[in-house]
């Protein structure tokens, strides 16, 4: 059961994230990728805390995985009231960087960069599904709405 904390427009982005790294679709994730997602959504870690948190959940999860409510929890813990505002600014900071001559999209081949940067076990086939997904009108560019709705389902 997700933790009663979190709002609803936080487990969905929360929920795409961990799709992202979810690169087999079986509901788990490898403890390594958890620090990834959270440093890409802009929450600051402490190390020592994560390293806890992975720990204690492997009691009830397979060594070394986390499924989505576990991820859930270790990221609650690390959620306050303003990071969603701060993830906001993250997010529109990390689509400037790809953005590099200010037209407002990037072309779809940064964002299959992006996508393998976070995941490098993505096959080509699963690479073109979630860039199918993302790009929704097909015109081989993701604009900030796209990118927005891809990480936080907005």
């Given at each position: 059961m997700?933790?009663?904390v979190l709002d609803e427009e936080q487990i969905t982005m929360l929920r795409r994230a961990f799709s992202m790294f979810d690169s087999s679709k079986c509901g788990k994730i490898e403890n390594e990728k958890v620090?990834?997602?959270?440093?890409?959504?802009?929450?600051?870690?402490?190390?020592?805390?994560l390293e806890a948190?992975?720990?204690?959940?492997?009691?009830?999860?397979?060594?070394?995985?986390?499924?989505?409510?576990?991820?859930c929890?270790?990221?609650?813990?690390?959620?306050?009231?303003?990071?969603?505002?701060?993830?906001?600014k993250e997010l529109k900071e990390a689509f400037r960087l790809y953005d590099k001559e200010g037209n407002g999209y990037i072309p779809t081949s940064s964002?299959?960069?992006?996508?393998?940067?976070?995941?490098?076990?993505?096959?080509p086939d699963q690479l073109d599904e979630m860039i199918g997904e993302i790009d929704t009108d097909g015109s081989g560019t993701v604009d900030f709405s796209e990118f927005m709705?891809?990480?936080?389902?907005?």
């Amino acid at each position: 059961m997700v933790d009663a904390v979190l709002d609803e427009e936080q487990i969905t982005m929360l929920r795409r994230a961990f799709s992202m790294f979810d690169s087999s679709k079986c509901g788990k994730i490898e403890n390594e990728k958890v620090r990834t997602i959270l440093n890409t959504l802009g929450l600051a870690i402490d190390d020592l805390e994560l390293e806890a948190l992975l720990e204690r959940g492997e009691e009830r999860e397979e060594i070394g995985q986390l499924n989505f409510d576990a991820f859930c929890r270790v990221a609650t813990h690390f959620l306050d009231d303003e990071d969603n505002e701060v993830m906001q600014k993250e997010l529109k900071e990390a689509f400037r960087l790809y953005d590099k001559e200010g037209n407002g999209y990037i072309p779809t081949s940064s964002l299959r960069e992006i996508l393998m940067a976070l995941d490098d076990q993505l096959t080509p086939d699963q690479l073109d599904e979630m860039i199918g997904e993302i790009d929704t009108d097909g015109s081989g560019t993701v604009d900030f709405s796209e990118f927005m709705e891809m990480m936080t389902g907005d």
